[in-house]
């Protein structure tokens, strides 16, 4: 079946929580045929909704992992991906976005423009993907979509114009007033099937005069030619239409749809409104860089005939194993194709090619530029490009956020050990924004993510997709120790066990500095014989790697020796070690040491009418503010705060910013531990040995 491009829509449906995303593509699917009957998101029947295809989801009516389907409406083909919409899954809603020509933006028409919205928006404008709006729940208690279209303009600054007006609200939602056609649009029959077209009611003639020529008044900066018309009064369809397409595309026009996906209201002018006003994948430009020629930007063509150039934008691992989401930029994906993966270097097969259609898949032969397929068994990671015809690009890398909690996981027993390890490997080459690693000085597995949300979906999966159970807690904050002022050392080790014995004596100074740690050989006249001096060096950095205050690592020393004494027979290179070992000891107990722990560089960005709290936050944490800016009604805060303060810091943030406001945090340094949490440390290290030691 031959796919004409210019008839081609790659949509994504992305949105704040519970603004009636999946609701929404379970609509469509429904009114092009794809399914023949509704089942809601948390329906009484059990069913949940087709695009909701895990058990988690499910149970949680909420979205995880975007999903895609293929659909058909009147003669255009349409390629629809349902975003989650909780900030957690970010990486999901990113990947998504990376591929698509252009986006529904659902909003709710009480809570209008909420936290996630603003974060879609932000995602919508970095990939410059342009957008519809569509005002959802208009049967809604309260319910307002001309305050809606308002937010649109002064929170998330989008130039919006209504494209509709709605017949009655709340309870007595009927139908809309289409304000192109000048028309009445009435939904009806089961399931809003029927549609009929009538005159507009009598009371909403002058409303839909004046926003027709408030959206027209718009439209005609796109074409002289409607700017014309439209002085003489002499506009037509066509006209509206085209120029509506060419502002949108532009993304410097979004017309705003609205209806009531779970009353089955306006969801077909809204398909429509794809149709006319998305652009299709020949009118977005894709660029790609070509790794032989150092990232050197190349524009790709929708052309058939070219090497093809498409990205691996999602891995899922189904019944059937690993399945590749895959984007076609230029060229066709045909079955049998050798393809070349840029990032691993190496050259596979295509095999079984099909189309998904949400957990369902069926077998096609080639995918044309602009499609959106999955591959099977290919071994690759999210964001690989495959090449055809010897090319060597890479698509421009997607934005990955850095995770920012951190939880340690301990398996409950052998065999879930072995399962953990399955999980674990399978969930990070899924999710970027999932890292697992050991930390050296616990041995703890720590695994980090988005929130707490991420987290906890990740845990659960493991339980039901592995039988694994593990076990949660607080992972530990990696301390250091280290010295205040200099401290001098004279030390001798000698034991004697018949035969050679060991001897060794070392004397010298140890001093706070800049650096991890710096060893200064100043013996004069081979007091201790230069073979032995790299064993002295070898015991300070053994003496350094466990301090005597709470167990942590030694930083910042600078160790001189400048005396020493040995034994023609019994010195040996592990008496001087044991030696150094000693007279490190003896002098960092004299040195006033102290603990040093881990210091964020926080950034926090969030609405300019949260600032107090953000500030609040800060100092509650031990946090010193360096910098705060504004601009947009946005505020970005930065400052220090130290790791062990940081545990369950997104919930809180949430929390008190409405969930409008986000953090990342990197490692800047290290710093003095407050006196009194010291002791507390200390004798929580004093406790833990003694207890060890019964």
């Known amino acids: ?110 809570g209008g423009v909420q936290s996630q919205s603003i974060t879609v928006d932000r995602q919508l404008k970095r990939y410059h993907v342009p957008r519809i709006a569509f005002v959802n729940k208009c049967d809604r208690t309260g319910a307002n979509p001309l305050k809606v279209r308002m937010q649109l303009r002064e929170k998330l600054g989008l130039n919006a114009y209504m494209m509709q007006l709605p017949i009655g609200l709340e309870d007595k939602l009927e139908g809309v007033v289409d304000l192109v056609s000048m028309k009445a649009v009435y939904f009806e029959g089961d399931n809003g099937t029927e549609i009929r077209i009538a005159e507009i009611p009598e009371h909403l003639k002058a409303d839909a005069q004046k926003y027709r020529e408030e959206m027209l008044d718009a439209a005609s900066m796109f074409s002289d ?23 949108t595309i532009a993304e410097q026009f979004v017309p ?40 050197e930007p190349v524009e790709l063509s929708c052309d058939e005939n070219s090497p093809t150039v498409a990205l691996g934008f999602k891995l899922e691992d189904g019944k059937y194993g690993q399945l590749t989401y895959v984007r076609v930029y230029q060229g066709c994906l045909k079955k049998g194709d050798e393809l070349y993966n840029t ?25 044309v530029p602009g499609d959106i397929v999955a591959l099977f068994g290919i071994d690759c990671a999210s964001g690989d490009t495959f090449c055809g015809g010897g090319l060597n690009y890479a698509m421009s890398s997607m934005f990955v956020p850095n995770p920012v909690i951190d939880l340690s996981i301990t398996p409950k027993d052998k065999k879930s050990a072995d399962q953990m390890a399955k999980a674990i490997n399978r969930f990070t080459k899924e999710d970027p924004t999932f890292h697992c690693y050991v930390d050296p000085e616990s041995n703890q597995t720590i695994i980090q993510g988005m929130g707490e949300l ?31 002022q200099k401290a001098d050392f004279n030390y001798t080790h000698k034991k004697q066990t018949g035969g050679s014995g060991q001897y060794g004596r070392v004397a010298g100074f140890m001093e706070p500095v800049e650096q991890d740690y710096e060893f200064v050989d100043a013996i004069k006249g081979g007091a201790i014989p230069n073979e032995f001096i790299p064993s002295c060096d ?16 030694i930083v910042g020393v600078r160790m001189t020796i400048n005396d020493g004494q040995s034994h023609p027979v019994d010195s040996s290179d592990i008496a001087f070690q044991t030696a150094a070992i000693g007279g490190f000891r003896e002098a960092y107990a004299k040195a006033k040491p102290c603990i040093l722990e881990p210091i964020m560089k926080v950034s926090i960005e969030g609405p300019q009418e949260f600032q107090g709290n953000i500030f609040g936050l800060i100092n509650q944490r031990r946090g010193i503010i360096l910098s705060s800016t504004e601009d947009d009604n946005f505020a970005r805060v930065d400052a220090e705060v130290p790791l062990s303060e940081m545990f369950g810091f997104s919930t809180i943030l949430r929390s008190s910013t409405q969930g409008k406001a986000e953090y990342s945090m990197e490692f800047a340094k290290y710093g003095k531990v407050p006196q009194s949490i010291a002791d507390t440390l200390i004798k929580e290290y004093e406790a833990k040995r003694k207890a060890e030691q019964k």
């Open 1 to 110: 079946m031959a796919i004409d491009i210019s008839k081609m829509r790659n949509i994504g449906i992305s949105a704040h929580i519970d603004s009636g995303k999946t609701t929404l593509s379970e609509r469509i699917l429904f009114y092009c045929n794809k399914i023949h009957a509704i089942h809601e998101v948390r329906g009484k029947d059990g069913v949940g909704a087709v695009m909701d295809n895990m058990e988690l989801e499910r149970e949680r009516g909420i979205t995880i992992a975007s999903a895609s389907t293929q659909v058909q409406w009147k003669d255009y083909t349409i390629n629809v991906i349902d975003t989650p919409g909780h900030v957690d899954f970010t990486i999901e809603v990113e990947r998504s976005l990376r591929v698509l020509d252009g986006a529904i933006l659902v909003l709710c028409s009480v």
């Open 225 to 247: 030619e409607l700017a014309e018309a439209f002085l003489e009064g002499t506009e037509t369809e066509e006209m509206i239409h085209a120029a509506i397409r060419k502002g």
């Open 256 to 295: 705003v749809f609205l209806g009531s996906a779970y009353k089955n209201k306006g969801i077909q002018c809204l398909l429509d409104g794809v149709a006319r006003y998305l652009p299709d994948p020949t009118e977005v430009k894709n660029v790609a860089l070509n790794l032989d020629k150092n990232e």
């Open 343 to 367: 990032r691993a270097r190496k050259k596979f097969k295509v095999g079984r090619l099909v189309r998904m259609n949400s957990a369902s898949m069926e077998d096609i032969n080639e995918g």
């Open 454 to 484: 991420h987290l906890e979906v990740y845990i659960e999966r493991m339980k039901r997709e592995y039988n694994c159970e593990v076990e949660t807690g607080q992972p530990q904050v990696a301390y250091r120790e280290t010295i205040t």
């Open 538 to 553: 070898k015991g300070f950095q053994q003496a350094m790697k466990k301090g005597d205050l709470i167990g942590f690592p």
